[in-house]
């Protein structure tokens, strides 16, 4: 990461703090590593993030529906799904420092590092090795290449390595009242399961034919074993994962559709397109047959924000195994090329699973800038948040100009006209230029001042956060003016 862009992303997370979107949990206890609590503002930006997904996914898809299903499932299904035996990362610890890393990420740090010193032939020998022990789960090859290529712990600078060990990133605890005879479950490590699992009963009672989707938004678990870089990797986090189930033989073309139509639902936020990029798999997982990863690039990199995978029959086979329950769907829809129904068979699926924790810092990087608004006699500068108005906490904010004089209750009336219709907030504490700057880092699209014009004619000025541009409007406008601006149409649409 440069200079630039580590202060540039410091200043984010210390902005994050100081206005109530995100805080480190159990603070006041020294904190609770990689486990993040949403402040006031923050759960505000994170309903509406939620609510865009859910429009863009269910709403506007005859075909989707939603689910929300439980935290806990049978243990069992972890089993089918590969994650109690395959879920794994290599962790490796410095004997010296008594620090612990994930063994791969040791090695990409290793790659990147030739990389930039312009080692191209390392960089690629190093990578096709590390690849290859990853594949054959050679534990005893990545730690022969961390020495090979003396790779040493950042904190002590030695080279004093343990062996590397699986480390399985589910989270257990017991179920029932007493240790003897509970049995163990695990928290959520996806909340794809929880789909998959529901596949059946959603289909026949929601009667749906394929193609159609199941939606979910939930919190999902990772026992990660190190935790870096804010909300990017959290040990209790947020997905919005959506599951389309096709025909066999006609997923790669859902695949490609839904990596078009979840590029857009980003970029429709306004956000540069140069922004995003799109990081093909080129390892496979054993079920997929297509994956893809967007990528954001953040201060410290392009990295994935969103994945979407093509998992063929994989995950409703093995549940069809591991319950001794048919998972088919019966497809009366002639096959012009038997002239036949297409009958009986296990769907495939696309997967498209976001990261809301993670998308939530995209919204944050993307949107924060320390403006410089200084002139040729006077320095000046502003934080703001310019966040699309549909996902702003507050839309808009009522400032009486002063404390009397009727201006706090004209401005209150207007309020509570307007609060029915959008999330307000009210502010006469301070100069109207320190509140106008505090909305602005907040995100808040508009300011509406009340001053003794209003008193007489009924107008208020709105001033715009992005422009800093003022206009004078009738107050009977303003429900229709902030409306236009912020609805979820106008988002939708795009
Ligand atoms: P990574 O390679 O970054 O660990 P992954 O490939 O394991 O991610 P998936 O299992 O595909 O991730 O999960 C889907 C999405 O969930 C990711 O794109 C990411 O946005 C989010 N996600 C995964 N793990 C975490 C985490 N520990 N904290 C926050 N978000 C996460």
């Known amino acids: 990461m440069s200079k630039n862009n580590e202060e540039n992303f410091k200043n984010v997370i210390s902005h994050a703090k100081e206005y109530g979107f995100v805080f480190q949990s159990s603070e006041i206890y020294d904190g609770l590593s990689a486990v993040y609590d949403y402040g006031q503002l923050g759960a505000e930006l994170k309903n509406n993030i939620k609510t865009y997904w859910w429009k863009a996914m269910v709403q506007l898809n005859e075909n989707i529906v ?27 610890d410095n004997k010296d420092s008594k620090k612990r890393y994930r063994a791969d990420q040791l090695l990409e740090d290793k790659i990147e590092a030739y990389k930039v010193a312009g080692d191209q032939q390392n960089a690629e020998s190093l990578q096709a090795d590390m690849d290859e022990a990853l594949k054959a789960e050679d534990l005893p090859r990545l730690k022969a290449l961390i020495e090979e290529h003396k790779i040493a712990c950042p904190v002590s600078k030695t080279c004093n390595w343990t062996d590397v060990r699986q480390f399985n990133l589910m989270f257990a605890t017991q179920f029932g009242a007493m240790a003897e005879g509970a049995e163990e479950v695990y928290l959520r490590p996806e909340t794809a399961q929880g789909i998959f699992v529901n596949f059946l009963n959603v289909q026949k009672s929601g009667r749906m034919k394929i193609p159609f989707g199941i939606a979910q938004i939930g919190k999902a678990f990772r026992n990660e074993v190190i935790a870096r870089q804010f909300i990017m990797r959290m040990r209790e986090f947020e997905q919005m994962e959506m599951q389309f189930f096709v025909r066999p033989g006609s997923e790669l073309e859902w695949y490609n559709k839904w990596k078009e139509i979840r ?12 922004k995003y990029q799109f990081h093909d798999h080129a390892k496979l997982a054993h079920y997929a047959n297509a994956a893809v990863d967007i990528e954001y690039e953040f201060p410290f990199g392009f ?21 001794r329950k048919k998972m088919q769907y019966f497809d009366p829809e002639v096959n012009p090329e038997t002239g036949k129904p297409y009958g009986n068979y296990v769907p495939y699926v696309i997967e498209t699973s976001i990261g809301l924790d993670r998308f939530f810092l995209v919204t944050l990087v993307n949107a924060f800038e320390e403006e410089d608004l200084s002139t040729a006699d006077k320095q000046d500068s502003r934080s703001v948040l310019r966040l699309h108005p549909a996902l702003a906490p507050y839309k808009a904010a009522v400032l009486p100009l002063t404390k009397k004089d009727g201006l706090p209750e004209k401005a209150r009336e207007i309020m509570d006209a307007l609060k029915f219709d ?7 504490k301070d100069a109207i230029g ?9 995100g808040t699209p508009f300011c509406i001042t009340i001053d003794y014009d209003t008193l007489e004619d009924n107008t208020v000025t709105i001033r715009h956060r992005d422009s800093m541009e003022q206009e004078r409007v009738a107050i009977a406008d303003l429900n229709r003016i902030i409306g236009d601006l912020v609805s979820w149409k106008n988002l939708l649409q795009k």
């Open 422 to 428: 959008f999330n307000m907030a009210y502010d006469e």
């Open 434 to 442: 320190k509140r106008y700057r505090r909305q602005d880092a907040i």
């Open 263 to 274: 590029l857009q639902w980003h970029l429709a936020l306004g956000t540069d397109p140069k």
């Open 303 to 323: 990295k994935e924000v969103e994945g979407i995978h093509s998992r063929t029959d994989f995950d409703l086979s093995q549940h069809q195994e591991f319950s």
């Open 66 to 92: 939603g689910i929300d299903s439980a935290i806990f499932m049978h243990p069992k299904i972890w089993k089918a799904s590969g994650h109690v035996d395959g879920f794994n990362d290599p962790m490796i």
